[in-house]
């Protein structure tokens, strides 16, 4: 699943959907692409030969199995070193000033905020994911802006209701990742690789689809405690052009 949209130099680039928690990444390999013109797959979809945003992080040690939990001032430096001097990126703080000012000026947002089943933001503090945020549609609704996640079409969002979703992301406990072999079910699921389990030693996990996936032997990943209020509510990453 994937939308493409057309960049102000008459350039196509997709947003592709995530592959396990990875939506930071996807966001941001459309980023570069989109402003630089850099193709950088977020996720290497299995080839080991392609240098991807998750295997630079992963070596990096940003991230554990593709999370990116980090808005502060530190990743906008560690992200202007992947090439540096044609990346842009600073850590703001997340507020209607700072949006409008960088898409007026033909940058984007990368805001993290709390999602809801349905890919609106929400007050919950829980579901901590990233989006893109594009342009400012209508001059005379400043309060809205075009919205790109998940792959699947260009959503909407209050500024307000943005910002507020953002200041409630709470912390989170130790999580558990496993990865799904390949081949291991019968019905396609799209972006499916890594998913989340109860604890370390788990060997199958139950999925929306309610069925019983089994685990890689081996693969499950401890990504630690995180104090997400320090790191990712109240702040963004804006991208100049």
């Not at 295997?55 to 199995?65: P, W």
């Not at 999370?67 to 850590?91: H, R, V």
Request: charged share 20%.
């Amino acid at each position: 699943m994937s939308i493409t949209v057309t960049n102000p130099e008459g350039r196509k680039v997709e947003f592709k959907d995530q592959r396990g928690p990875t939506c930071g990444l996807y966001a941001l390999s459309f980023v570069l692409e989109y402003l630089y013109n850099m193709n950088i797959p977020a996720t290497a979809n299995g080839d080991k030969t392609k240098e991807s945003l998750r295997n630079r992080f992963k070596k990096d040690g940003k991230t554990i199995v593709g999370e990116l939990y980090d808005a502060t001032a530190a990743m906008a430096g560690y992200i202007n070193a992947l090439a540096s001097p044609t990346i842009k990126c600073q850590a703001v703080a997340c507020d209607a000033f700072n949006i409008t000012k960088t898409l007026n000026e033909g940058g984007l947002c990368m805001v993290p905020f709390c999602v809801d089943a349905g890919g609106n933001p929400s007050d919950s503090g829980i579901h901590a994911h990233w989006c893109v945020l594009q342009a400012i549609p209508d001059k005379t609704k400043p309060d809205e802006v075009t919205v790109l996640h998940w792959g699947d079409k260009v959503r909407k969002f209050s500024l307000t209701a943005l910002k507020n979703s953002n200041n409630a992301i709470k912390n989170v406990e130790e999580q558990y990742w496993g990865k799904i072999p390949a081949g291991s079910y019968s019905i396609p699921i799209e972006g499916l690789a890594y998913v989340q389990c109860r604890t370390a030693a788990d060997t199958s996990v139950e999925c929306e689809y309610l069925l019983p996936f089994p685990i890689k032997p081996g693969s499950v990943k401890q990504i630690p405690a995180t104090a997400l209020r320090q790191t990712l509510a109240g702040k963004m990453l804006v991208f100049e052009k």
